[in-house]
Every structure is written in C-alpha cells, then in structure tokens.
C-alpha cells in the first residue's frame, strides 16, 4: 500500500513538472536577454544575466546568436559531458576494488542525471538569474521565458562581447553539465561504503545550497551590454553576485567546481568513516587501464570544460584551449619526476593524476593566463596535489579514498590563487576588462598582482567555508534521515552486490 | 597410484609439459595460484599507500600416475622446471586411492 502510494506521488510530481515545462512563456518582448558572465576577468566562468529588458534599451538592435560560437557551445557541452560519462565514471571505477565497480559507476551517472534534471526545473534560474549577491530568482523557474512558440523566438543568452548572443537554452545547457560534474566529482571522497540513496539526498542539498549560491556570486553578472554608459556602471555591478563583484576571475570553475567539490568530499570522507579494514588490508586499484581511459577522457574533454566557458569560438577560446594542453603535460611531468624522486618510479596512477591536476589547475586560469603562466602552472599543480595526496593526506587523517580533495582541492586552491598572478599583463597574461562600457583592458601598471592574488584568496576562503558548512549540515541531515553508510557485511561484500544486485565481472 | 603435485614458476609450463609428454604422461590438471617460499614478493604504490606483495604467480601442476612411473615424472618435472634460481618450486607426492574414468566407468590403474 505504502509502494502504491510512493508511486502514485511520483507519478503526479513528474506529470506536474512537465505540465510546467509545457507552458509557454508569456508572449517575451523582443528583448534580448543577455546572460553574462563572470567577473571583470577576460572571460571568467559563464554566468550570463537577463539583460535588461528591451523596454529600456530602445534604442538596441534584435540580437541573433552567432552560428559559429552556438554550434563551439553545443561541442563543448557534448565534451564536458563525456567527461562525466565516461571519464569520470572510469577514472573513479578503475581505482576501487572489482566488488565495488559499478556502485561507482552508478554514483557518478545517477547523480549526474539527477543533477541535470534539478538544473533544468530551479538550477539554472537560482544561479543565473537575478536576484541578489547570494543568489538568484526564479525567473526561469522551469526554464520559462526561454522560447516564445508565438513569435518564434528563444531567448539570448550574452556572452563576453558586446552584440555577441548565443541561445539562453545553449548556455544553460553547457551550465548543466558543470553543476552535474561537480556533484559527480564528490562520491570519491567517500566510494566502497556509502549507502546509494544517501549518496542521491546528499547531493540534491549540496547541489541547492552550495553549488547554487556559488556559481551565482562568482559568475553571474548582468552581461556586456548591459554596460552602456557610465551613468549605469555602479548599478549593473550591484546586481552581479558577490565574489564578481570583487574582482575574482574564475574562468571556468576552481572555485565554483573543484574547491566547492573537494571540501565536499573531505568533510563527507571525514562524517561517512574510514573504509572497514583501512590501513591493514590491501586495497589495491582493480584496474589502472580503465583508470588511464577516464583520465584521458577527461583530459579531452576537458577542452570543452574550459574553452567552451569562453561562451565563444574566439581567441580567449583558442588560448583556454591551447593553456589546457600545455599545464595539463606539464602536470603529467611534473608529478612523473616528484614520484621518481620519492619512489623511484614513475607511475601509471601518477601520470594520470598528474594529468587531472593540472587540469584542475588550469581551470580558473585557462582563458585569463598566458601561455607561460600555464606551463608554470601547470608544474606547480603537479607538484603540490602529489604533496596533497601524499603528505597532506596523512595530516588530515581522512580516507578520502579516491583523493578528491587531494587532487581537486589543492590543485584549484593553487590554481585559483597563481591565476592571480600570471593574469597579469607584466607576466604575459591578458588581464582583465577594467571598464565594461568601453570593454577596456585593465593596464599592467595598474594590475596589483597582490591585490588580485588576495582577491582570489578571498574567493576561495568563502567557498571552502561555505561549502564545508553545507556539506556538514547536509551529512548530518542525510544521517539523521536514510543513514551514511551501509552495513560493515554489506561492505565486505561489496557494494555491487549489496546495493545494485550486480557483480561487474565474472570469474 | 600417486598424485603428482608439482608448484613451478609460470614460465616453466610449457617445458614441463613437454617433458612430461616425452615420458608417456597423458594428462595433467594446471591451476594458476600464489604463494611464496623464500623468494621475496615485491612493493606496490598507489598516490600515497604502499603495499608489500608477499605471493607472486605461481602454477601448480597434478597428474595421477602409476607407482612405478613416479620416479620417473618426478625427474621430468624437476629438468623442466628448474632454473636454478630461488623461488622454483616444489614437488609433492599424495598416495592415490581410487581413480574413475568418467566416460566409460573404467577404475584403478586402466582409468590413469
């Protein structure tokens, strides 16, 4: 009776949500929306804003979206969701134990479908519409507004050029994968003992009081052309989100992603407990080969992740894209010769690491560094996230399994913090647009490498307490409710069998 | 009858089971296992958690042979698979109290 109901609610709530996504915008006035993105940075990671409506820039022309930067943004959304299945998916999968494989590989891809259908209903419109410096409306609750079936039209999102739209629904599509790879990268911290439905009300929590509000302060603004004279300046920064307005460049998401992600992980790792039998029994990668197969699908992807927040297929594009490869090889080379220093040998495990932390480095920093900035990035990332899945691992004392934060909250804390200085024009990086109206560039004799560098410092110390404050409270809650972990038997079974019936080998 | 039990070194395999067939030895049962003796394993790493891997691969070999042949097997077994090196293996010999050949029901030393 108790299933008859549950069912019967479900089935209602579905038929309720697409009754709503049904609905046809009210007839939207040929405003172009213009959705912005990020803060003064050259292009820090896409928030887009509604423009103001066309009510008030009479004066404005009917923007249509660029073909070329549409059609970049749908490629890089397929890239960043192949980053997430299968990347991720096998990058995790390869390094728990063959009992425990497809309960990582059912984490990552439920919750990352969870999270997309989330973003699609109050996502989107919590993040990147406006509301206040915290966070956003709900004006496009159910993504309303986003097409008129009337007038034929789809809303335009803005990108970091004046006159320059791609559709609102390309760019919240390309935004859906970044909130679902982010939840998606957590469940390392605490794989082979956590329970699957405390993994899914965990991250529908997270996702609504962490990763929302923080893609809102950080990226959302009101776009370009909101930015029409001087007179309007001060009034169109105080409606962008708080870590935009105090000037932190993140391109596409070290702060937003891998720190919000990573102290997700550790506070998770430290509430679920250690691993029945860590420390004593072997807990060896089943399979490194399927490892390296995540790691280079990352990698690849990763193109997408950061070039596409450009939100145009343009230089700052093409030198995210170029600044990927670069710190990423450097990465690689990096944590090869650290682990030859330490060990003796280099490792495949290492190599790839090393590959996933000068990704993550890169990140903030891809389209808002020069080439040279890159590459000591790059090695720097190598370097320290060998030192965080190694010394500092041991200093915290968790069993973060599979070093999410390790990986993913040093390389972003480091890489948050160097994109600071190699932004600067007298180091060969692009530095930011200082005045929006004229889309002027900030001059290297006013750019403060320590004014900058502690503003990023800033950015990353609000998300990491943010983050770390929500996830505590939203273990506590899953606790409290379903429970963290499943049974010791149940673990030494394996969660394959235990929680999805499966086995993922036979014989 | 006796069962031959033999532990080698993987490699060694295939010139076992040629010496073996040069004898007059018709059957024999492989299984790969691990184990170790005083040969020493080795030293894994993965990021920062090292772990000491005491068995290595081994195969363990088994043949069910007349008695006045064990003499005999256990020569070919021990040419084939000797290196020389720690770590070669051993040989066991278990007394054998019946044998069945499934097919046609056969018993003793007519099943071997």
Same mark, same amino acid.
């Given at each position: 009776?108790?299933?008859?109901?549950?069912?019967?609610?479900?089935?209602?709530?579905?038929?309720?949500?697409?009754?709503?996504?049904?609905?046809?915008?009210?007839?939207?006035?040929?405003?172009?929306?213009?959705?912005?993105?990020?803060?003064?940075?050259?292009?820090?990671?896409?928030?887009?804003?509604?423009?103001?409506?066309?009510?008030?820039?009479?004066?404005?022309?009917?923007?249509?979206?660029?073909?070329?930067?549409?059609?970049?943004?749908?490629?890089?959304?397929?890239?960043?969701?192949?980053?997430?299945?299968?990347?991720?998916?096998?990058?995790?999968?390869?390094?728990?134990?063959?009992?425990?494989?497809?309960?990582?590989?059912?984490?990552?891809?439920?919750?990352?479908?969870?999270?997309?259908?989330?973003?699609?209903?109050?996502?989107?419109?919590?993040?990147?519409?406006?509301?206040?410096?915290?966070?956003?409306?709900?004006?496009?609750?159910?993504?309303?507004?986003?097409? *008129?079936?009337?007038?034929?039209? $789809?809303?335009?999102?803005?990108?970091?050029?004046?006159?320059?739209?791609?559709?609102?629904?390309?760019?919240?599509? $390309?935004?859906?994968?970044?909130?679902?790879?982010?939840?998606?990268?957590?469940?390392?911290?605490?794989?082979?003992?956590?329970?699957?439905?405390?993994?899914?009300?965990?991250?529908?929590?997270? $996702?609504?009081?962490?990763?929302?509000?923080?893609?809102?302060?950080?990226?959302?603004?009101?776009?370009?052309?909101?930015?029409?004279?001087?007179?309007?300046?001060?009034?169109?920064?105080?409606?962008?989100?708080?870590?935009?307005?105090?000037?932190?460049?993140?391109?596409?998401?070290?702060?937003?992603?891998?720190?919000?992600?990573?102290?997700?992980?550790?506070?998770?790792?430290?509430?679920?407990?250690?691993?029945?039998?860590?420390?004593?029994?072997?807990?060896?990668?089943?399979?490194?080969?399927?490892?390296?197969?995540?790691?280079?699908?990352?990698?690849?992807?990763? $193109? /997408?992740?950061?070039?596409?927040?450009?939100?145009?297929?343009? /230089?700052?594009?093409?030198?995210?894209?170029?600044?990927?490869?670069?710190?990423?090889?450097?990465?690689?080379?990096?944590?090869?010769?650290?682990?030859?220093?330490?060990?003796?040998?280099?490792?495949?495990?290492?190599?790839?690491?090393?590959?996933?932390?000068?990704?993550?480095?890169?990140?903030?920093?891809?389209?808002?560094?020069?080439?040279?900035?890159?590459?000591?990035?790059?090695?720097?990332?190598?370097?320290?996230?060998?030192?965080?899945?190694?010394?500092?691992?041991?200093?915290?004392?968790?069993?973060?399994?599979? *070093?999410?934060?390790?990986?993913?909250?040093?390389?972003?804390?480091?890489?948050?913090?160097?994109?600071?200085?190699?932004?600067?024009?007298?180091?060969?990086?692009?530095?930011?647009?200082?005045?929006?109206?004229?889309?002027?560039?900030?001059?290297?004799?006013?750019?403060?490498?320590?004014?900058?560098?502690?503003?990023?410092?800033?950015?990353?110390?609000?998300?990491?307490?943010?983050?770390?404050?929500?996830?505590?409270?939203?273990?506590?809650?899953?606790?409290?409710?379903?429970?963290?972990?499943?049974?010791?038997?149940?673990?030494?079974?394996?969660?394959?069998?235990?929680?999805?019936?499966?086995?993922?080998?036979?014989? | 009858?006796?069962?031959?039990?033999?532990?080698?070194?993987?490699?060694?395999?295939?010139?076992?089971?040629?010496?073996?067939?040069?004898?007059?030895?018709?059957?024999?049962?492989?299984?790969?296992?691990?184990?170790?003796?005083?040969?020493?394993?080795?030293?894994?790493?993965?990021?920062?958690?090292?772990?000491?891997?005491?068995?290595?691969?081994?195969?363990?070999?088994?043949?069910?042979?007349?008695?006045?042949?064990?003499?005999?097997?256990?020569?070919?077994?021990?040419?084939?698979?000797?290196?020389?090196?720690?770590?070669?293996?051993?040989?066991?010999?278990?007394?054998?109290?019946?044998?069945?050949?499934?097919?046609?029901?056969?018993?003793?030393?007519?099943?071997?």
């Amino acid at each position: 009776m108790k299933k008859l109901f549950a069912s019967l609610a479900l089935g209602l709530s579905l038929c309720l949500c697409t009754a709503a996504f049904a609905q046809t915008a009210p007839a939207a006035p040929a405003k172009t929306e213009a959705k912005a993105e990020a803060v003064p940075a050259t292009a820090p990671a896409a928030a887009p804003a509604a423009a103001p409506a066309a009510a008030e820039a009479t004066a404005a022309p009917v923007l249509v979206p660029n073909k070329g930067d549409t059609a970049w943004m749908m490629v890089s959304t397929v890239l960043v969701i192949m980053m997430v299945v299968p990347g991720l998916a096998l990058f995790y999968g390869g390094l728990v134990r063959s009992k425990n494989m497809l309960s990582v590989l059912m984490q990552v891809m439920v919750t990352f479908s969870l999270i997309t259908v989330l973003w699609f209903i109050y996502g989107y419109s919590l993040a990147f519409t406006e509301g206040n410096a915290y966070i956003g409306g709900l004006d496009r609750l159910f993504m309303k507004g986003i097409w *008129d079936n009337a007038a034929g039209t $789809f809303a335009n999102a803005a990108t970091f050029s004046k006159g320059v739209v791609i559709p609102e629904v390309t760019f919240a599509g $390309f935004q859906a994968t970044f909130a679902g790879i982010t939840c998606a990268l957590i469940v390392g911290a605490f794989a082979e003992r956590i329970k699957f439905s405390a993994v899914l009300l965990f991250m529908t929590l997270w $996702f609504t009081f962490s990763y929302l509000p923080i893609a809102h302060m950080v990226w959302f603004w009101m776009g370009p052309d909101a930015y029409t004279a001087k007179e309007v300046v001060d009034e169109m920064n105080n409606k962008a989100g708080m870590i935009w307005q105090w000037g932190m460049l993140d391109f596409a998401g070290g702060t937003v992603v891998h720190i919000n992600a990573a102290v997700a992980g550790l506070v998770g790792a430290f509430m679920v407990g250690k691993r029945v039998g860590y420390g004593r029994e072997a807990m060896t990668p089943h399979s490194l080969t399927l490892t390296m197969v995540g790691a280079s699908l990352l990698w690849v992807g990763w $193109f /997408g992740f950061n070039a596409g927040s450009a939100l145009e297929a343009n /230089g700052f594009a093409a030198l995210a894209f170029v600044n990927t490869l670069l710190a990423t090889a450097a990465a690689v080379l990096a944590w090869c010769v650290g682990e030859a220093l330490m060990r003796g040998k280099a490792s495949m495990l290492g190599a790839a690491s090393g590959a996933v932390a000068g990704l993550v480095a890169i990140t903030p920093a891809a389209g808002n560094v020069g080439i040279g900035g890159a590459l000591v990035i790059g090695v720097v990332a190598g370097f320290a996230c060998l030192w965080g899945v190694n010394g500092l691992k041991k200093m915290l004392g968790a069993d973060d399994s599979l *070093d999410v934060f390790g990986v993913h909250g040093v390389g972003g804390i480091v890489g948050a913090l160097l994109t600071g200085v190699f932004n600067s024009p007298s180091l060969g990086g692009p530095g930011f647009v200082a005045d929006w109206v004229t889309a002027g560039m900030v001059t290297a004799a006013d750019f403060s490498v320590a004014a900058q560098v502690w503003t990023q410092a800033k950015a990353v110390l609000v998300t990491i307490v943010w983050s770390g404050v929500v996830s505590l409270v939203s273990f506590k809650l899953v606790d409290l409710t379903v429970g963290l972990r499943v049974t010791e038997e149940e673990e030494r079974e394996g969660l394959d069998i235990s929680a999805h019936g499966e086995t993922a080998y036979h014989g | 009858m006796k069962l031959v039990t033999a532990i080698i070194k993987p490699f060694k395999l295939d010139e076992v089971r040629e010496a073996l067939s040069g004898i007059g030895v018709q059957g024999i049962t492989v299984t790969e296992v691990k184990g170790f003796g005083r040969q020493k394993g080795h030293t894994e790493l993965y990021r920062g958690a090292e772990y000491v891997v005491d068995f290595l691969p081994k195969v363990k070999i088994e043949a069910a042979v007349a008695d006045d042949q064990v003499e005999r097997v256990i020569e070919a077994i021990e040419v084939g698979a000797r290196t020389g090196k720690i770590g070669d293996g051993k040989i066991f010999v278990y007394d054998l109290e019946q044998v069945v050949r499934i097919r046609t029901g056969e018993t003793g030393a007519q099943a071997l």
